[in-house]
């Protein structure tokens, strides 16, 4: 089964960026979507991007304009660019795909 790994999460000033890394390894990354969710402080989760195999796009509402999603197949990661991030985006970033789930990483924004 594959495994995914989350980095590049942290403490930011509001109005900054996060850049985030979902690392796959096993078979078939590069033929699978890759979703990123956040879960917030209320415990609710909510996909914020997806990207197709490829490289088509969807992004939450709420990130639109903000947030980029990509990905290297080369190196089975996925990123996430974050910008303009404000106190009201801490939440406990994860990405999925490949049926499984990785452990995440904390993005806290700071006013």
């Known amino acids: 089964q594959a495994q995914l790994v989350e980095s590049g999460g942290g403490l930011v000033q509001a109005g900054g960026s996060l850049r985030l890394s979902c690392v796959a390894s096993g078979s078939g990354f590069s033929t699978t979507g890759i979703t990123w969710y956040r879960r917030d402080p209320g415990n609710r989760r909510e996909p914020v991007a997806f990207?197709?195999?490829?490289?088509?796009?969807n992004y939450a509402d709420s990130v639109k304009g903000r947030f980029t999603i990509s990905r290297d197949n080369a190196k089975n990661t996925v990123f996430l660019q974050m910008d303009s991030l404000n106190p009201r985006h801490p939440a406990f970033y994860f990405c999925?795909?490949?049926?499984?789930w990785g452990r995440g990483t904390q993005v806290t924004v700071s006013s």
């Open positions: 999925g795909g490949l049926g499984s």
């Open positions: 990207i197709s195999y490829t490289g088509r796009t």
